[in-house]
């Protein structure tokens, strides 16, 4: 399953219901019981039981962390040799190029080992993904979809006020179109305008974004919460939306006609 092997061993032939129980641990139960990979190497610990009863098992090994419920969480885990600590029921990984097709052979080597065993749940490692992340894909698309809507609000917002302000200044823009401002000059002045407001609200929002981004870590998966290539693809798209919001009255305080608007004046 690609599970590194960080300190000591892995399980091997030699761990026999006969010999000695040994056990691994994962880097997180290493580290919060042992505080560090080396010292857990050797160490025996009591595991409980509910029908044999308690038992020791030695620390042979330190293995890298996985994410368990929903792939949203990483808990201290320990790892037992099948030979020595026998389950009823269990789950096994084929690795195939074309797992869907070798579903039928896996049903067949198994009624080979022991026709008694119930081969149950055949499920490509996609599949099962897939099945885990199902809430949070549901989660995180309200999340996109709120998101998209707030953008969508602040960007009519900002289209509305960057409007009513161009209406307002009509005759200021003419005057300064009479005095030698080319259109592209007012365009590019109205757009800055409205881009000098989001820009100091995207500082504000960053800075908060920065200090909630803990409160959202459980529903990440891929990235840290802190990540800086999101933080600053959402700014950018930010300011792309909002110089979009501004071009279209950028465009009409371009298309002033200075003398027509000191006459009305």
Do not use: C
């Amino acid at each position: 399953m690609g599970i590194r092997v960080l300190a000591g061993r892995g399980f091997v032939s030699g761990d026999a219901a006969d010999r000695q129980p040994v056990a691994v641990l994962n880097r997180m139960a290493a580290e919060r019981y042992f505080d560090r990979l080396d010292n857990a190497i050797g160490r025996t610990v009591t595991i409980h039981d509910s029908r044999a009863g308690d038992r020791q098992v030695t620390i042979v090994g330190v293995v890298s962390d996985t994410r368990d419920s929903e792939l949203i969480r990483t808990s201290p885990q320990i790892y037992v040799a099948f030979d020595q600590w026998p389950v009823a029921a269990m789950t096994a990984i084929v690795r195939s190029d074309d797992p869907a097709a070798r579903a039928k052979d896996v049903q067949a080597i198994m009624r080979r080992v022991d026709p008694r065993v119930a081969v149950s749940e055949l499920k490509t490692v996609s599949r099962i993904i897939d099945d885990e992340m199902a809430s949070s894909r549901i989660i995180n698309g309200l999340f996109v979809g709120f998101a998209v809507l707030a953008l969508l609000l602040a960007a009519a917002g900002l289209f509305g006020v960057i409007s009513y302000s161009v209406g307002q200044r009509r005759r200021e823009i003419g005057i300064r179109l009479a005095l030698g401002a080319s259109p592209a000059t007012i365009g590019r002045m109205i757009v800055g305008e409205g881009l000098k407001v989001v820009a100091v609200g995207a500082v504000i929002g960053l800075g908060l974004a920065v200090l909630l981004a803990r409160a959202s870590t459980s529903l990440l998966f891929g990235i840290t919460a802190n990540d800086p290539a999101t933080f600053a693809g959402v700014v950018a798209l930010i300011l792309v939306v909002a110089a979009a919001a501004t071009w279209g009255p950028a465009t009409r305080a371009m298309r002033v006609d200075p003398a027509r608007t000191l006459r009305a004046e």
